[in-house]
């Protein structure tokens, strides 16, 4: 499968990604430096990258991205970035993600139940009866 055949969410896996990111690391002989320590670092700079869009705006003005083309761009590029540091770390680990994902959230549906965490954010020491529609939280 080539990369314009695969264009959307529906059409293309996660092992086609995978693959897709592999095959790019391999052609530039960059495995050498994809140790879980550089992956993970690059991966941290991206979220950065990618929160620098979203820094001292309100949670509404942050879903308004999704109105703008170009930003909604911008911001589509860094969380690509992220995705491919993702898989880059899940290619070098030798990890399954979609049995790593659905494993944590086995977990997080038995930490977080919905019917205690409804509406609420936090651990369970520290629920939060914050209304989301009031915007940011102090």
Known sequence: MTEQSMSTDQETS?????????????ERDWEQFHSPKNISMALAIEVAELMEHFQWISMDE?????????????????LADCM???????????LDISTSLLQKMKKNRLKYPAQEFQGRYGH???????DPSQGDVD
Request: glycine letters at 0%; hydrophobic letters at 40%.
């Open 84 to 94: 491919c540091y993702l898989l880059a770390m899940a290619n070098q680990l030798n």
């Open 124 to 130: 369970k020491h520290q629920l939060s009866d914050v």
């Open 14 to 26: 996660l092992a086609d990604l995978k693959q897709v990111v592999a095959e790019f690391v391999h």
């Open 62 to 78: 942050s879903r308004d991205c999704r109105d703008d083309a170009d930003k909604l761009q911008e911001v589509s590029e860094e």
